[in-house]
């Protein structure tokens, strides 16, 4: 009895040592950026996360093995591109192609009222993917959960700055089973490099490597997600690879698929297809109204790590990795101003931004709101940033620099697209009772016009193209079966 009790107070004090080394490591380096902070006269506070002290009880002492899951999301060798025609890389062949066949390109329809002012959608609950770089997975589920809220429920958002209030736990599916489908990274960058591989090679695997959105995403439309219960995700289980954990033997009844994934394209690379800044922030809100919350990602700044309150302007230009986040919302100043009473001014009309990265100045109005993944961490599980400016916009589209990467319009932006069914009467064109190949004739006859009653795409986009034919055939395919 006394060794076994001698055993656990051993036991105690060594968790209890581990977790003073790592907050005391997380202490050194809030101290060290509040001072910068101050320096710069930054907008926001730095301090040590509370989810910190669940790694500490697993264990954990080295903040940097923390760093090293929390920044999971894997930058693709290139951009996956399109041409200046508006056609997809040759790249983009037959298992490439198979990615590529379920995005669409997303620019402003301005369809839709724009709120002014704040507004947050609907969206679920903050998650924590603990010790696993899996971030990349939980924007994707975020996405996939508040797009089915919108798309499917009928549910919107609202205006406000406290972006847990819009929190609804309707849907919670398996990050687990996502993570479980990433892909084989060594496969794909051998083969993107190899001189004699005509397409990339993709390829599945369950290794805990980190990921990026554009597979996740496809991967929702081709396995689908099954729900957190079915798949429950595992915190702590120091697997270098991610479990096959199924607790329910009718897992496969419970699936919910998308059917496509909306993309909205680099914000630097839009300029030679013709569109503006103006264009390209109404593009992100349109998307958020319609589709729900946005998968997102950017470079992290050394400093992002301890954010929480405030605005968040990178201290320095040292990067550490990738993350993937969810864009729930956006502030505008009297949504800032409300939130955040103790570090902007109730006469601010504007915060300054110095970006260490452009080396540009410009004065932000508009800022997003971005649900992050890390359970008690920031701003209640969020933080805040900037919009992009008109002039680093211009800067990077002019001079080809790139969007600081800092910010989440660096990367491409996601959300899921749950299609509607289209009725018999939809899509019969001549109105002759029947949908056969006369139909189809019309239909042909006005494409790559902006027929508005021809338009059959989901989600519409006021153009007849190679979307509608393909619903089209899906359709009449249907009703032939």
């Known amino acids: 009895m006394k060794k076994t009790l001698l055993v656990i107070v051993i ?11 790592l907050l005391l490591e997380a202490s050194f380096r809030v101290e060290e950026i509040n001072e910068r902070i101050g320096q710069l006269n930054l907008p926001w506070r730095a301090g040590v996360p509370g989810v910190l002290s669940d790694f500490a009880a697993h264990g954990i002492s080295d ?3 923390i760093v090293d899951k929390w920044h999971g999301e894997i930058e693709l060798p290139e951009r996956i591109e399109l041409k200046k025609d508006g056609e997809f890389s040759t790249q983009a062949t037959t298992r490439y192609g198979q990615i590529i066949s379920s995005l669409f390109v997303y620019f402003p329809y301005g369809d839709v009222a724009i709120p002014e002012g704040s507004f947050i ?6 998650r924590n993917q603990a010790f696993h770089g899996t971030c990349w997975a939980f924007a994707t589920v975020a996405s996939f959960e508040s797009g089915l809220l919108v798309q499917k429920d009928g549910y919107g958002g609202e205006d406000g700055f406290e972006p847990w209030k819009l929190q609804h736990d309707t849907y919670d599916f398996s990050e687990q089973f996502l993570s479980f489908h990433n892909i084989d990274w ?4 051998e083969s993107y490099y190899d001189p004699l591989q005509s397409d990339v090679i993709i390829q599945d695997d369950s290794y805990d490597a980190g990921g990026n959105a554009i597979f996740s995403t496809y991967n929702t439309v081709r396995y689908g997600l099954p729900g957190e219960s079915d798949f429950p ?9 991610i479990l096959w954990n199924p607790v329910n033997n009718d897992w496969e009844d419970n699936i919910v698929k998308s059917t496509k994934t909306l993309q909205i394209y680099y914000g630097d690379e839009l300029s030679w297809l013709g569109y503006s800044f103006e264009d390209y922030n109404p593009a992100i809100k349109e998307a958020l109204l319609k589709f729900g919350s946005l998968a997102v990602s950017f470079r992290v700044p050394e400093d992002f790590d301890f954010y929480t309150k405030g605005v968040y302007i990178p201290s320095s230009n040292v990067i550490t990795g990738g993350h993937a986040v969810t864009l729930v919302g956006w502030l505008d100043m009297t949504g800032l101003k409300t939130a955040f009473p103790d570090l902007i001014s109730p006469e601010a009309t504007s915060v300054t931004v110095d970006d260490p990265f452009s080396g540009l100045s410009w004065e932000a109005t508009e800022f997003w709101i971005i649900k992050n993944s890390w359970g008690n961490w920031g701003w209640n599980g969020y933080y805040v940033v900037p919009a992009v400016s008109k002039l680093l916009f211009e800067f990077s589209a002019e001079n080809g620099y790139g969007i600081s990467p800092w910010m989440i319009e660096y990367n491409a932006m996601y959300a899921p697209v749950f299609e ?18 006369k139909d189809f004739d019309v239909l042909v006859d006005h494409m790559y016009t902006g027929s508005i ?4 795409s989901i989600p519409k ?3 007849v193209d190679h979307e509608d034919i393909s619903r089209f055939l899906l359709v009449w395919n249907s009703m032939i079966d």
């Open 11 to 21: 036991t105690l004090f060594s968790f209890a040592a581990l977790a003073s080394d």
């Open 63 to 65: 903040f940097g093995s």
């Open 121 to 126: 959608q609907v969206h679920t609950p903050v």
């Open 186 to 189: 060594d496969i794909y960058s």
């Open 233 to 241: 995700y595992s915190m702590f289980d120091f697997n270098p690879w």
């Open 420 to 437: 509607e069914e289209y009725a018999m009467e939809d899509v019969d064109f001549n109105d002759d009772g029947v949908v056969d190949e």
């Open 453 to 456: 009653d021809f338009d059959i």
């Open 461 to 463: 986009d006021y153009w």
